[in-house]
């Protein structure tokens, strides 16, 4: 039936609404549930989100990186930072990430809803309005909207992109000519990141397969000059031509591995993704998908399908997986989007299956909504009060292995070197060994050092340990180091901020524990 028969009932223009309402509602609820978990005080789920805010505050003074006149690639994201810098130095900057992935966030919800309602009424026999109600909360769940708002980074863009290029094959494959939005969205999608480039060319092929071809070679190559550039001015400054961020986390660095190690590593990891149940859920999907290319009979849809796949076996053997389930979460959106229209309309039944399967698929992802508190809590009760400790101490060039609060609004007397590597060559292009941090800590002239003791488990006998910060969690503990000549300066300044910590966090000095009489707000005991 051409799209012109249809109507919109009140339902189909509610029912995108109600995912935007939905998604809001569970938005305000972890928000309170944050601040109130943090004494009203407001932090994000990944402290990750903080280096972003540093590096766009960075930018909008005229460096690219964390400290003022030193260039480094920290982020695995061109554009999310140019999108924050123009809001460097307002009052409510904090929030600014927020603000947008609710934005992009809302735009996602109101997608998938749109997308249902245009499903449904492709149907002879249309779903009601509780399997559609039923399909969005399912699928916002799926994109992991709520929980990626809080982590405040650059994936709930990510998703919204990924949704609408899998409409715009979901577009081709009805037959019909790809409006520009899609295409203006696989434009961008490079650019927030790089595994978008698989989507982006799914796409590209979705255009060639309506002979398209002259928008389909534009949509490449338009699409990763930004990257290009962007690769060409790193090496202009004598870093490698993709960010330490996505060196390191993909352990291609020299300072980590060799490549024969790398690649060991990278195949290891791999077979340890198949433990997790989603990863499992998009080899399925991706089965599908190939299931639905060698059955369509046209080869121009067969091309547009393959795209599709092609998309999904790339990140499964390449890309990432967990972390707050937000390096797959796009990838999840688009393979299901696209199956859903490859499957839909077959069974007079498909509404209620297809319906019972995206909500188990969301059930794997409802984690992903309920640990944002206990993680924003989390950084609260670590990285904030470490934060809080090196920014008090301006005059001390610090090290630390997480980089992001530490960073951010750090005084421009202070240097932060990185000894993960992100915002660091000399740190990621080396091999980490007890010499390596002596030397590094000597040539920065770092006084003080904030690290996991997991991560670093030898460290130079000229440190003197000043105390370790410990509460329960992933990475416990931070231990913290004094480097310089006069150490009885930082274990003075250590005694007089350390006095009220969250309830929940213990302070150790010199060894011996300083934990008040209730046991709620430790305080630190001069030995």
């Known amino acids: ?33 944050i601040r109130h978990a943090n004494g009203g005080i407001f932090t994000y789920a990944l402290d990750d989100a903080y280096i972003h805010l540093a590096l766009s505050d960075t930018i909008a003074h005229g460096t690219y990186g964390i400290n003022l006149g030193e260039i480094t690639s920290p982020s695995s994201s061109l554009l999310w930072p140019f999108l924050l810098a123009p809001f460097a130095g307002l009052s409510w900057f904090t929030y600014v990430p927020l603000m947008l992935n609710f934005l992009f966030g809302s735009a996602a919800a109101w997608l998938f809803g749109a997308f249902i309602v245009d499903l449904r009424r492709r149907q002879n026999s249309p779903a009601s309005n509780l399997w559609s109600g039923l399909s969005i909360i399912a699928l916002i769940f799926i994109g992991n909207l709520p929980g990626l708002t809080f982590i405040a980074m650059e994936h709930t863009l990510q998703v919204l992109v990924a949704a609408a290029c899998a409409w715009g094959i979901v577009i081709c494959l009805r037959g019909r000519r790809i409006p520009w939005w899609c295409i203006a969205a696989a434009l961008l999608g490079p650019s927030i990141r790089y595994e978008n480039l698989g989507i982006t060319l799914a796409l590209a092929l979705a255009l060639w397969s309506q002979r398209r071809r002259g928008a389909a070679v534009l949509l490449c190559g338009i699409s990763v000059m930004p990257l290009i550039g962007f690769s060409v001015f790193l090496r202009r400054h004598g870093l490698p031509a993709l960010p330490l961020s996505v060196l390191v986390k993909g352990h291609a660095t020299a300072g980590q591995h060799q490549l024969h190690s790398a690649v060991a590593l990278h195949l290891a990891e791999l077979a340890d993704n198949l433990k997790h149940p989603i990863v499992w ?47 797959e979460v796009y990838l999840v959106v688009f393979a299901t989007l696209v199956v859903l229209q490859l499957d839909w309309r077959r069974p007079r039944l498909a509404p209620v299956w297809y319906t019972a399967g995206l909500v188990i698929c969301s059930i794997l992802y409802v984690r992903g909504t309920l640990i944002i508190a206990p993680a924003a809590h989390s950084i609260y009760t670590q990285q904030f ?27 421009r007397s202070q240097y932060v070197l990185d000894l993960a590597g992100l915002a660091s060559a000399d740190a990621a292009l080396k091999p980490h060994t007890t010499a390596w941090m002596k030397d590094i800590v000597l040539r920065h002239q770092v006084g003080l050092v904030a690290i996991y003791p997991d991560w670093f488990p030898a460290v130079p006998s000229s440190w003197e340990k000043i105390g370790e910060l410990c509460r329960g969690g992933f990475n416990p503990c931070v231990s ?45 005991q001069t030995p």
């Not at 091309?303 to 499964?316: D, P």
């Not at 470490?386 to 292995?401: D, F, K, W, Y």
């Open 480 to 524: 913290y180091y004094a480097t310089a000549v006069d150490n009885a300066q930082v274990r003075d300044s250590f005694i007089n901020l350390t006095h009220a910590l969250p309830p929940g966090v213990t302070f150790t000095l010199d060894g011996r524990p300083a934990i008040s009489p209730d046991g709620s707000h430790p305080q630190v």
């Open 385 to 411: 009060q470490t934060s809080r400790l090196t920014h008090a101490l301006p005059a001390l060039n610090v090290a630390v292995n997480d980089l992001g609060l530490v960073a951010y609004h750090h005084p």
């Open 1 to 33: 039936m051409p799209e012109e028969a249809f109507e919109y009932s009140f339902s189909d223009r509610f029912l995108p609404i109600f995912g935007v309402a939905f998604y809001c509602l569970i938005c305000g609820f972890l928000f309170g549930l």
């Open 281 to 327: 859920i998009i080899i399925l999907l991706f089965l599908i998908i190939v299931a639905g290319c060698f059955a369509e009979v046209k080869t121009e849809r067969r091309l547009a399908i393959f795209g599709a796949a092609a998309a999904v076996a790339l990140h499964i053997l390449i890309g990432r997986f967990g972390w707050l389930n937000r390096y």
